[in-house]
């Protein structure tokens, strides 16, 4: 009995959890409608207010999968019944103009008000008559085929359905078009801020030329204070659609950042602390540049003339740990 009372309980969970998406042809004819599914969650797809003598002019595509559909088999003659009385057969005419109906837009309409008056009928003390409750079997057998599934499946996030609907009646056409998308894995944001390099690992190293009465020689500074270095940054992180971390104030990820100094370019990677998505504070590694003496240059040799700063050193690339904050000028979302 537990095990019984164990399986209808978990079909139960299974059938709520699948979503339904319903293709409504009697709305937004001509126009693209977006919808979200939930990725990595079953659902099915249906199309209903398919006029049901025209099911034929229906072209449907599927650019996932397709789905082909059943051919409908409509209702002969001998179906109806025989010898109804005047009120059956003007019921009975309105189904038949059901059948002829060629727009979606009044298709339900006439449906609805169709069924209203049979439950009418049905629900009267008065109806003893069968034809009714033969008629109401005909409504729902029609009800039942102006509805099919046209896919049923999952999505991966960053994944969509594009389903695109057409047909052809009395030289009118019509078109619809669906598509199904799950919510993106994240997005990027960019930040722009200030980036101190502490030269840690690889310092400048600094040389000057000094007179020594008719030569000048060259020699090293031997300044022990850690010369910091700023320099403006734009930095770019990717901010993961994670719902469980989406409401939170501060959050934890991964940037690369680029110099916007023109003359001197720099690179950098950091781990980030994001507080709202727009105030961000960074601390990694960064590629920059730095001294060194040129390679015709050594300490300690003469020279005839003076030389600058400029002429004694050359750039090359150093890497060093950094600390910066950013901003990032727009809302949150």
């Not at 005839?304 to 050193?313: A, G, M, R, T, V």
Request: hydrophobic share 35%; glycine share 4%.
């Amino acid at each position: 009995m537990k095990t019984k009372l164990f399986i209808i309980l978990f079909l139960t969970s299974f059938l709520n959890r699948a979503q339904g998406q319903i293709i409504d042809l009697s709305k937004a004819s001509g126009a693209v409608q977006k919808r979200n599914v939930n990725s990595e969650e079953f659902f099915k797809i249906e199309v209903t207010n398919l006029l049901p003598n025209y099911l034929e002019a229906y072209k449907i595509t599927v650019e996932l999968r397709q789905i082909p559909m059943e051919k409908l088999e409509m209702p002969t003659e001998d179906e109806y019944v025989k010898d109804i009385s005047k009120d059956c057969q003007t019921l009975k005419s309105e189904i038949d103009s059901l059948y002829k109906e060629v727009n979606e837009e009044i298709f339900p309409k006439k449906m609805a008000n169709l069924k209203k008056e049979i439950e009418k009928k049905l629900n009267s003390k008065d109806t003893i008559n069968s034809c009714y409750f033969s008629i109401n079997e005909e409504l729902k057998k029609l009800e039942n085929s102006i509805t099919k599934t046209i896919w049923e499946g999952k999505l991966l996030q960053d994944e969509q359905i594009i389903v695109t609907i057409s047909r052809e009646i009395d030289s009118i056409s019509k078109s619809w078009t669906y598509i199904f998308s799950t919510k993106p894995r994240g997005e990027w944001q960019a930040s722009v801020g200030y980036t101190m390099i502490i030269p840690y690992f690889m310092p400048s190293k600094n040389y000057y030329s000094e007179s020594n009465g008719s030569n000048y020689i060259i020699k090293k500074s031997n300044d022990k204070q850690i010369q910091l270095e700023y320099i403006p940054t734009a930095f770019f992180s990717w901010e993961q659609a994670d719902t469980k971390c989406k409401n939170k104030n501060f959050r934890f990820g991964l940037s690369g950042g680029l110099g916007l100094d023109t003359k001197e370019i720099s690179f950098f990677s950091a781990g980030t602390l994001s507080y709202n998505q727009n105030l961000k504070f960074h601390i990694g590694i960064g590629a920059h540049q730095i001294n060194r003496l040129k390679d015709e240059y050594y300490e300690g040799k003469e020279l005839k003339e003076n030389l600058s700063s400029e002429q004694l050193h050359k750039k090359v690339f150093g890497v060093n740990p950094f600390v910066s904050v950013s901003f990032r000028f727009n809302q949150k979302k």
